[in-house]
């Protein structure tokens, strides 16, 4: 497999999904990121529609243009706003409940690659590694809580820059989330893991800008988990595996 940027990992999960032996294995992360977003979505739209109503309910009716140019305008702007806060908030939701199968899915994905089976394999082998997938989504919780507060402030107070710089956060931690299935696959300690994508910081972040910007796109957005794990770990395969497993953790 030839090395790519980021982005081009992440675009080859576009080809993975749907590589026949590949394809069921898809099916759990592509069904749960469907669910959560429309049912999200179809419930934010409707509270939107509310809040408009509200406010234009309060103009009174001879400032009948006023209603109309406040209804055209707001509904983009809150779209916009729902759409960039979609990717982070209800991507790790969706990753917490798809974790188990999402690491499935990492594992396929490798041997399809490589040809070599990591171990135990199926549904068992989901069940008897299930408190340790958790352990590690809540270890992943633990790292982003006070970060995500910290950069969310700067977000607020700080015009421009904290925007740029929240992007780039979760442009991180995007990398972070899809990365550790491969990683964890192989019991690679969280703490080492994030070294390695340090190492490489242009690869990291270009993947998960790659990600954070997909996510922000509807329809696209659905396909976004399946995706970001077969991409992730085409680049867990091409750029770490050989030089991680073969140092001691």
């Given at each position: 497999?030839?090395?790519?940027?980021?982005?081009?990992?992440?675009?080859?999960?576009?080809?993975?999904?749907?590589?026949?032996?590949?394809k069921?294995?898809?099916?759990?992360?592509?069904?749960i990121?469907?669910?959560?977003?429309?049912?999200?979505?179809?419930?934010?739209?409707?509270?939107?529609?509310?809040?408009?109503?509200?406010?234009?309910?309060?103009?009174?009716?001879?400032?009948?243009?006023?209603?109309?140019?406040?209804?055209?305008?707001?509904?983009?702007?809150?779209?916009?706003?729902?759409?960039?806060?979609?990717?982070?908030?209800?991507?790790?939701?969706?990753?917490?409940?798809?974790?188990?199968?999402?690491?499935?899915?990492?594992?396929?994905v490798e041997?399809?690659?490589?040809?070599?089976?990591?171990g135990?394999?199926?549904?068992?082998?989901?069940?008897?590694?299930?408190?340790?997938?958790?352990s590690?989504?809540?270890?992943?919780?633990?790292?982003?809580?006070?970060?995500?507060?910290?950069?969310?402030?700067?977000?607020?107070?700080?015009?421009?820059?904290?925007?740029?710089?929240?992007?780039?956060?979760?442009?991180?931690?995007?990398?972070?989330?899809?990365?550790?299935?491969?990683?964890?696959?192989?019991?690679?300690?969280?703490?080492?893991?994030?070294?390695?994508?340090?190492?490489?910081?242009?690869?990291?972040y270009?993947?998960?800008?790659?990600?954070?910007?997909?996510?922000?796109?509807p329809?696209?957005?659905?396909?976004?988990?399946?995706?970001?794990?077969?991409?992730?770990?085409?680049?867990?395969?091409?750029?770490?595996?050989?030089?991680?497993?073969?140092?001691?953790?």
């Amino acid at each position: 497999m030839p090395h790519r940027s980021g982005i081009g990992y992440f675009a080859s999960g576009f080809d993975l999904i749907t590589t026949k032996g590949l394809k069921r294995f898809v099916f759990v992360p592509l069904f749960i990121n469907l669910v959560l977003f429309s049912t999200a979505f179809y419930f934010l739209i409707g509270e939107i529609q509310g809040g408009i109503d509200y406010i234009t309910g309060l103009i009174p009716s001879w400032l009948g243009w006023l209603k109309s140019a406040i209804s055209f305008f707001v509904w983009p702007l809150a779209v916009i706003s729902i759409l960039l806060s979609f990717a982070l908030v209800f991507g790790t939701l969706a990753n917490w409940i798809a974790a188990p199968f999402n690491g499935l899915l990492a594992e396929k994905v490798e041997r399809h690659l490589t040809g070599q089976s990591l171990g135990d394999e199926g549904l068992m082998a989901i069940v008897k590694d299930l408190p340790r997938t958790l352990s590690r989504e809540i270890t992943k919780l633990v790292y982003y809580l006070p970060r995500a507060l910290g950069f969310l402030l700067l977000f607020f107070f700080l015009p421009v820059i904290g925007q740029v710089l929240w992007f780039l956060f979760c442009a991180w931690m995007m990398a972070i989330q899809y990365c550790d299935y491969p990683f964890d696959n192989h019991k690679v300690p969280f703490r080492t893991m994030r070294k390695h994508l340090g190492d490489r910081k242009g690869l990291s972040y270009s993947f998960g800008i790659a990600v954070n910007v997909m996510a922000m796109i509807p329809i696209i957005n659905f396909l976004v988990m399946p995706v970001a794990i077969c991409g992730a770990t085409a680049m867990w395969v091409n750029e770490y595996r050989t030089k991680v497993l073969t140092q001691p953790q």
